[in-house]
């Protein structure tokens, strides 16, 4: 009897700590991708581009590509930088290293990365640049879990959204359902495919 009640206290024990550790990370993913909140990652900008002056590159880059007439003033980067070298394994010959700017303000990035969606293609010395928010790789992971989600919704001419951090907003019957599970989206996805064929 005593052994059954020290086992349950370790089973009682380990549950907690299980929670304060995934709490912990949580937490601490959240301070990672605040941090981040000013920074926009550009992809495939062919190396060298930026010269000496890679500040100025980038207001130019985003400037010619999206229409400085869409901005009140040019966007202030603080800093910008290409990403170290990464080891990239089964490539045979790796693309331009990401460039990682940091704006001043929140309004310019929300502007730049709405503007890079309705443009659909940025084109620079014919490469297809990509504008995305930097989030740490954890809730880059998080974020993948909808891919298939998002697929499905695009056949079906469905408006959606990806919200922060990683929830699903779906617009159905003009109205807007939000979802923190693929599993939950997936489920409403198919309960819609069902109703629609009755």
Known sequence: MLNEDNLTELQTHVKT??????YLRDKIEDAENRSRAYNLRFLHVPEKSEGQDILGFMKDLIQLRLGAENFKLPPVIERAHRYPTMVQTN??????????????????????LRLSREKKELKYKSNRVHIFPDISAGLVLKRRQFDNIKKKLSELNMKYSLLYPASLRIISAGKAVLFKSPGDAESFIQDLETHSQK
């Open 91 to 112: 490539v045979q010959k790796p693309g331009p290293r990401p460039i990682l700017g940091k704006l001043l303000s929140l309004q310019d990035k929300q502007q730049i």
């Open 17 to 22: 700590l299980a929670s304060e550790n995934s």
